[in-house]
């Protein structure tokens, strides 16, 4: 009684974790779902099917999978989107996929000598884990670089290890409740355990990696808002400029009176020739690059560079209009000056180059600093800081490389002969990919 009991819950239970699985694959490959209640229905309906037909096989191997193929592609279009092409390439491919998996485990466990009743059963439990298994490399896939980044890859490999000696675990177990029939209740219980613990674990994974990503969005968020900061400083700063210039417009103007009423040419001449060359001094001052927002960054960190006796060279001629976003040209500028500054700032030779160029569309950035090849190490693909807390830094390149990523651009980052060196190429969105943002 215990038995027929506990083979009842196995099969409703390993029902739900086959649509749980597939379902994780729809919102992998087809989004996130839609809500209302026709969808429940459907699924539910599905999942009745799939446990009558656990029960009684009342259809051939043959029909069943093309009854599953359809069934999918019903869930996929009335769950996830509008698109029957989308909606039938996945309910093939899955189904295909699922098919192949079954296969391989049958042609194994073929050679085992089980009963058909535990090839049956166990084939159910291995093909199920072979396909989460697959699942869970898809859904690492298909994460931006930036949280994957957190958490690399050969830890997520590591992580994989859990379903591969769970499915062996599985097949270990079947071969023994096939051999010795009164464990074949605590077999099929402790396969589903193993089952929900890998749910369990991944999940726990997805949540960390989750949590990691909104921790550095938030950190990418407060960098971005002093970048801003700085910004505005510098604006208010040529603002306060301005306005003490128009306010001893006046004064000199009186000056220039005076010496004209006196004839004084000469003295009039060099007086007004004395106030062009303050007034193109600060005009150079303001202007280097030609944009507005592009220079309001150099001149702040210009002037940083001045007060740590950095020299600092720009070579950076732009148009005032540019076909980026104003909070991505910050975002660049900001983080890379930043790094720069603080790269160099204790070198006695310090000095940061820039190069800026804007030419048929296409927006060239380098920026040059010398460096102390100590405080900077090569791991996993990127260079990361060597200071104390580290955790609370290296964000910078991180952000640039997602700004970068925005316009389909490139980075290049290179320490070497105690220079570190960044070249960036930005390529205007076209009009398509304005319409999907």
């Known amino acids: 009684m215990m038995d027929s009991f506990i083979f009842v819950v196995s099969k409703v239970l390993l029902s739900a974790f086959y649509l749980f699985t597939v379902y994780q694959y729809m919102r992998i490959f087809l989004g996130e779902p839609k809500k209302g ?27 069943f999978w093309v009854i599953t193929t359809i069934s999918l592609m019903i869930l996929a279009y009335f769950s996830f989107g509008d698109s029957k092409k989308k909606s039938f390439l996945f309910a093939v491919i899955i189904s295909v996929g699922w098919m192949i998996a079954e296969i391989i485990v049958m042609l194994f466990l073929k050679y085992s000598g089980m009963s058909d009743r535990a090839l049956n059963d166990a084939c159910g439990f291995l093909a199920t884990t072979i396909m989460f298994c697959i699942l869970q490399l898809l859904r690492q896939m298909a994460r931006s670089k930036a949280v994957a980044g957190r958490f690399p890859t050969h830890r997520f490999t590591a992580l994989m290890v859990v379903p591969f000696f769970s499915a062996i675990l599985i097949y270990k177990l079947f071969w023994i409740a096939d051999r010795y029939s009164e464990f074949s209740g605590t077999v099929i219980m402790t396969g589903l355990v193993l089952l929900v613990i890998n749910y369990v674990i991944f999940e726990t994974y997805e949540w960390l990696v989750q949590s990691a990503g909104i921790k550095e969005q938030s950190l990418l968020y407060e960098q971005q808002l002093e970048l801003y900061r700085r910004q505005t400083q510098e604006r208010e700063k040529k603002m306060i400029a301005q ?34 060359e303050e007034w193109t001094y600060s005009e150079r001052e303001s202007r280097i ?29 732009l148009p005032e209009e540019l076909p980026f976003e104003a909070g991505c040209l910050t975002v660049i500028f900001g983080n890379l000056l930043d790094n720069a500054l603080e790269g160099s700032r204790k070198r006695e ?7 800026v160029s804007y030419e048929k569309g296409v927006l060239f950035i380098n920026i040059r600093n010398i460096c102390d090849p100590k405080q900077l190490k090569f791991s996993g693909g990127e260079y990361i800081t060597t200071k104390q807390e580290p955790e609370n830094h290296g964000y910078g390149l ?30 205007p969105k076209s009009d398509m990919q304005m319409g999907f943002l």
């Open 37 to 63: 209640w026709l969808k429940t229905i459907l699924w539910s309906s599905y999942f009745i099917f799939q446990i009558v037909y656990k029960f009684i096989q009342f259809l051939s191997p043959q029909f």
């Open 243 to 276: 306005r003490r210039l128009r306010h001893d417009i006046k004064h000199h103007l009186i000056a220039i009176l005076g010496l004209a009423k006196h004839e004084n040419s000469v003295r009039t001449a060099g007086y007004i020739k004395t106030l062009l």
């Open 398 to 427: 991180k952000s640039v490389e997602q700004a970068v990523e925005a316009y389909s651009g490139s980075m290049e980052v290179e320490c070497r002969d105690n220079v570190f060196d960044v070249t960036l190429v930005l390529f």
């Open 349 to 355: 030779d310090a000095w940061i180059l820039v190069r």
């Open 289 to 317: 690059s030609g944009n507005s927002i592009v220079d309001s960054l150099l001149a702040y960190y210009r002037d940083q560079a001045e007060e740590y006796h950095i020299r600092f060279e720009c070579e950076a001629k």
